[in-house]
């Protein structure tokens, strides 16, 4: 099976029905994609298929229709989006392991919508779970980064 | 200020910093040789033993910091490495940051200090030599653990010492070589600087640093020379790597030819396995192995997924689980515990005369009672338990995130037969832990795999499902209180506590040992408040062991802190008095009531009564020795309650990382609101009826309210942040929808008392 990741194109010897998330963590190697729940609960999976975010551990690898990007292709340490430029700003994780899935869900989020009020920031971001309890500084977090992507 | 001159004492007696000789370079650490002199404190060494359990590496080719406490997200890595930092005249950021291998000379000096039988608000002279005698069976057992919010007050100044140690060493050995006296010398930046300007890399010194006595006289610098503690824009060194997924977490290492696991263990933890479906198992595509563990079956595959897949096909069959079978015997055996003399375990306050006190005000019918209850809780951290292990004939590897190592280390080498000094624990980030990670059955698991499977690498990752079932969590609690109030104040306060004992279930699992005397667990956070009240009373009773059970944060304050203060409102507002007023009057710890006075000015407190269905409360809770006071502002609207706003003041003494202490504390508090309104554990045929979020709902962010914290500096040791933010959440909530609705909620989760937006 084909797809491309981040740019790049890759070959994957996997049955349709494989999440995509598996397919990315054990197939690829590409670890920056969370394995949370399993069920589309806790939003920290998330990717973009055709830039829009997606709960990979939902998605049939099978039923994929378009390149996929995940964190480590939306930007890097050395260069990265205005998202995640906002997240190191506010300072915003803790553990961490929920905020890939933040942060893709919060980029999909500001593609659509680019100057989102705080209910559009609470409906959209409320799918994504974190336990430590981020969410004072995702919410501001989002604002920043929209600030930023108006102004570029 | 006060603290750092008892701190360099307290250096002085119970660690030594040195140095050695490394490849190419130096490393300074604590100083393990044994020395001919009269310390008992290094009495633990064997004859012979010697050098050092490095802090700071400094090769030709980079600085390396040490951060043995572990990181579940509390940002302890970062906090340890600004430490060393501070001193050493680096930033971190240019540095590589590791916690190292585990080792004895890593040994959490504090984390058993709040252990002693004295409230943490008793600053006598009899207190503070207990807490700091604490340190010396920690060391002795050679507990490298982190929890109980103990890193930075072990660490403050054990660390900076390593560092001031290292900077001034490079310093002499720069001054040897160029013929300056050392106190001609500066540092910055990772270089030492000449008179004339001449900057001199730590690189380019490390081997001549090597070399010469490391200068060890040093005085740890002022908090008013400070550069990189104690400032607003000190940043997480894990931001980076968090924000763009190229932090590696436990689950994200790869080893090469590594393959694939999970298991799935008997539900009713500790029950036998009856029987599985091995076949359908081995029939699916990527299995490769169906391997018995202890009380269940693992799947070796090649990929997660499979695994996990195959898992399910296995159909287990469990035997019944070794305690009561569902939740309403459980809370049977709990209600039975409270006030019955044959479970009596502790009791450390009882002033005044409270069965007086109460008898007098049964004549008049003033007796006011209660109870409560609090559920067992899983930590149900976003990252689930995983290990990779790879055992070969005469050596194990583990890469797990875990707050145990070398009681990891210890299991490990029991299990497999490898000698421990063979044992290699890595320890990873954690994706959280809330104390989840205190535990090693997954560690154990994967040990038992990776022995099918001798030389192969195995990556075991247990499904959200295995991890909620499996979670050892927060003992179920019950309270029953009784009070009196006269003349608009509060004058009796009885309470009375009933769990199962965790400490003995958790050190038992770990070790086999059995923990003798009392559980102090069973009270902490409501017997060591720092109130006055005439006749106080504050009693444990020790229920049947029943579900395994673990240190969930903030541990006996998560339940004791709920119980204390909601008694404590009930009993002001029946007293007819301001809450917040009402407790400063009590408040017998000055520290603890500056605290309440502040979290009333930010929150510009005037009652709890704001009108049109709004309501606020206040709670308190002193707990890891930190004074924490949260007011909470409801709104009781159509759809639910509302939370609002949320105000939270603490004092840690001294402040070292402010961003990341404001981080702490409200997650602290949304942690505890998560709980406080949606979660608990219900168990039916011994297994936890929650299998998933689902089912198990944490706080969303369209839940979440407004938070502003204001963190003083009075107390007089510095304290650790991770846990105290916690404890006051419930009993704030539950106390402003008091306010805001009349309804007084005596049992978490709240939802089911009152709906929520």
């Known amino acids: ?152 | 200020m006060g603290v750092l001159k008892t701190a360099g004492t307290i250096t002085r007696r119970t660690f030594l910093i040195g140095s050695a000789a490394i490849a190419g370079g130096v490393a300074f650490g604590t100083y393990l040789a044994k020395k001919p002199i009269d310390n008992p404190l290094l009495d633990d060494l064997e004859e012979g033993e010697a050098g050092i359990t490095p802090f700071v590496k400094i090769g030709p080719n980079g600085i390396t910091l040490i951060t043995p406490r572990a990181d579940k997200g509390q940002g302890a890595y970062s906090m340890q490495a600004n430490l060393i930092a501070e001193e050493l005249d680096i930033d971190p950021a240019t540095a590589t940051i590791t916690p190292g291998m585990p080792g004895p000379a890593y040994y959490n000096g504090a984390v058993m200090s709040e252990g002693v039988p004295f409230p943490a608000y008793d600053e006598s002279k009899l207190a503070e030599t207990a807490r700091n005698f604490m340190a010396v069976p920690a060391k002795l057992l050679q507990i490298q653990m982190t929890g109980g919010s103990s890193t930075v007050p072990d660490l403050f100044d054990r660390l900076r010492s390593a560092g001031a140690v290292a900077r001034e060493t490079l310093k002499e050995a720069a001054a040897r070589q160029y013929g300056i006296p050392r106190a001609e010398l500066r540092t910055e930046d990772g270089q030492v600087i000449l008179p004339d300007g001449t900057t001199i890399n730590y690189t380019a010194l490390a081997a001549a640093a090597a070399a010469i006595e490391p200068v060890t006289d040093v005085t740890l610098r002022d908090p008013s020379a400070w550069t990189r503690l104690g400032k607003r824009d000190l940043p997480r060194t894990d931001m980076v790597a968090k924000c763009t997924g190229t932090e590696v977490y436990g689950i994200d290492v790869q080893i090469d030819d590594m393959v694939y696991a999970s298991v799935c263990a008997n539900p009713g933890i500790g029950g036998d396995v009856l029987g599985y479906d091995e076949a359908a198992a081995l029939s699916m595509r990527g299995v490769q192995q169906v391997v018995p563990v202890k009380h269940g079956v693992g799947v070796i595959a090649s990929n997660t997924w499979y695994a996990f897949e195959a898992i399910k096909a296995l159909n287990c069959q469990w035997g019944p689980g070794p305690y009561p079978k569902n939740s309403a015997a459980i809370w049977e055996a709990l209600d039975a515990a409270v006030d019955n003399e044959d479970h009596y375990d502790h009791r450390q306050r009882n002033e005044g005369d409270i069965e007086g006190a109460l008898a007098d005000a049964q004549t008049e019918g003033g007796v006011l009672e209660a109870s409560y209850r609090v559920p067992y809780l899983a930590h149900a951290p976003m990252e689930p338990m995983n290990a990779i292990v790879r055992i070969n004939d005469d050596s194990v590897e583990i890469w797990t995130g875990t707050q145990i190592p070398l009681f990891v280390r210890d299991k490990a080498a029991q299990i497999s037969g490898v000698d421990r000094s063979r044992v290699l624990v890595y320890a990873q980030p954690m994706g959280g832990s809330f104390g989840h990670k205190l535990e090693m059955t997954h560690v154990e698991q994967a040990v038992e795999l990776a022995l099918a499977v001798k030389g192969t690498p195995v990556k075991m990752t247990w499904s959200r499902e295995e991890d909620m079932t499996h979670d050892y969590p927060r003992p179920a609690g019950v309270a029953r209180a009784r009070g009196t109030v006269d003349n608009g104040q509060v004058t009796g306060f009885d309470l009375s506590v009933g769990q199962s004992a965790m400490a003995p279930s958790w050190f038992g699992r770990l070790t086999g040992m059995t923990v003798p005397g009392p559980d102090a667990t069973i009270t902490t956070g409501s017997w060591d408040q720092p109130f006055a009240i005439p006749h106080y009373r504050v009693t444990g009773y020790r229920a049947p062991d029943m579900v395994p059970v673990s240190s969930w944060r903030s541990v006996g304050a998560s339940g004791n802190g709920f119980f204390h203060d909601t008694w404590l409102d009930e009993l002001i507002h029946a007293a007819g008095a301001d809450p917040l007023e009402e407790r400063i009057r009590l408040c017998s710890h000055d520290t603890s009531r500056k605290v309440l006075e502040a979290v009333g000015a930010l929150a510009d407190w005037s009652g709890p009564s704001v009108g049109d269905g709004r309501g606020r409360g206040v709670a308190f809770c002193l707990s890891f020795g930190v004074p924490t006071a949260q007011i909470i502002d409801v709104t009781h609207t159509g759809d639910g309650i509302r939370v609002d706003k949320a105000f939270i003041v603490a004092d840690v003494g001294t402040v070292l990382d402010p961003t990341n202490i404001e981080a702490q504390l409200f997650g602290g508090l949304i942690y505890g609101l998560s709980h406080a309104i949606n979660s608990e554990l219900t168990y039916e045929n011994y297994a936890p009826q929650q299998t998933n979020y689902h089912a198990y709902e944490g706080l969303r962010l369209y839940q979440t309210p407004d938070v502003t914290v204001k963190v003083l500096e009075n107390g007089h040791r510095i304290r650790g942040i991770g846990e105290p933010g916690l404890p006051p959440a419930a009993p704030a909530l539950g106390n402003a929808i008091f306010a805001a609705t009349g309804q007084r909620i005596r049992e978490m989760p709240f939802y089911k008392h009152i709906d929520f937006i």
């Not at chain 1, 609960?41 to 551990?57: D, F, M, P």
């Open chain 1, 1 to 152: 099976m084909k797809l491309t990741v981040d740019g790049t194109s890759y070959e994957a010897d996997v049955p349709a029905d494989m999440p995509l998330l598996w397919v990315l963590r054990d197939e690829l190697g590409i670890t920056g994609p969370k394995y949370g729940c399993g069920i589309a609960q806790c939003g920290a999976c998330t990717v973009h298929v055709n830039g829009l975010a997606v709960r990979s551990c939902q998605l049939p690898v099978g039923s994929l229709n378009g390149d996929v990007t995940t964190i480590q292709g939306l930007g890097s340490p050395e260069a990265m989006h205005a998202v995640q430029e906002a997240w190191v700003e506010h300072q915003v994780a803790q553990c961490g392991y929920c905020q890939s899935g933040q942060i893709m869900q919060a980029a999909s989020l500001l593609t659509l919508n680019s100057d989102p009020d705080d209910e559009q920031i609470n409906t959209v971001m409320s799918g994504n779970l974190c336990r430590c309890g981020t969410y004072p500084r995702i919410r501001a977090a989002v604002k920043t980064a929209a600030l930023k992507l108006n102004r570029a």
